[in-house]
């Protein structure tokens, strides 16, 4: 049911996710939103880390082209280790760049019907999961920093930046702690997003949503509302939560 841990690597059912590198490790709200996300034809991950939802996503969709987007170098670095050992290689491209200043161009996947940067509004999917210590005391870890904090990527950015990468009929999928969602929201409705989509994650039935899994797109849209449990006792996953990774846990 889990994956498998030894010396600091995860083993998923296709793919093996090492860590030593990030600073952000595999945990589950980067399982959550790669299983839960939509994709399409053109999937971008933004702040890859160790590519374990740019993997997830690869997996779901054997048609999609994948990138994954990160600034940190050892990230960076550990996610294309972990694409090039994994079944879904010639679909993944890792990128070093800052996300906000990405043009299409600097991505060489072809798809079977164009090239990535014939558009420049090109992803179908868009997916992250983004800073969320919003304002707080920054840790001393430089990469933590990087991975954890708006500091480096605010939500004006993120939300700029997808309108701005985003395809009109592509999809937005973020997962948010429950005491960053209105100030996410907010943004992302000053950047002209609706939102389509929003489950309410509870850690066990009788506690408040701690994350919630929010998708948005560009147009009016009718808003799909559900809500999930991932414990429904101490170490014992709820049917949602095992239908929802089954094919990702061993």
């Known amino acids: 049911m889990y994956p498998f841990m030894a010396n600091n690597y995860f083993q998923f059912q296709q ?5 030593d590198r990030c600073a952000m490790k595999v945990g589950t709200d980067g399982t959550l939103l790669g299983a839960w996300a939509r994709g399409g034809r053109m999937v971008l991950d933004i702040g890859t880390g160790t590519g374990l939802i740019a993997l997830m996503m690869a997996q779901r969709f054997p048609e999609a082209q994948v990138v994954g987007v990160d600034v940190d170098v050892d990230a960076v670095a550990q996610a294309r280790e972990n694409v090039a050992i994994s079944p879904f290689a010639s679909r993944i491209q890792i990128i070093n760049a800052d ?3 990405l043009h299409p161009s600097e991505i060489s996947l072809h798809t079977t019907h164009s090239t990535v940067h014939e558009s420049s509004s090109p992803f179908t999917s868009i997916v992250s999961n983004p800073p969320y210590f919003v304002e707080s005391l920054e840790s001393p870890d430089s990469q933590r920093t990087l991975a954890r904090h708006t500091a480096s990527l605010t939500y004006h950015d993120l939300m700029a930046t997808a309108w701005r990468l985003l395809a009109d009929d592509g999809e937005l999928s973020v997962v948010i702690p429950f005491d960053c969602k209105s100030r996410l929201e907010g943004v992302a409705a000053l950047a002209g997003f609706f939102k389509s989509r929003e489950c309410a994650v509870h850690t066990t039935p009788r506690k408040q949503p701690r994350r919630y899994l929010i998708a948005f797109r560009k147009h009016p849209c009718e808003l799909e509302l559900t ?5 429904m006792a101490p170490n014992e996953r709820s049917d ?5 990774t089954k094919d990702f846990y061993l």
């Open 15 to 19: 793919f093996t996710v090492r860590q």
């Open 99 to 101: 996300i906000r200043t």
């Open 227 to 231: 809500e999930g449990i991932i414990e």
């Open 240 to 244: 949602w939560y095992q239908q929802l």
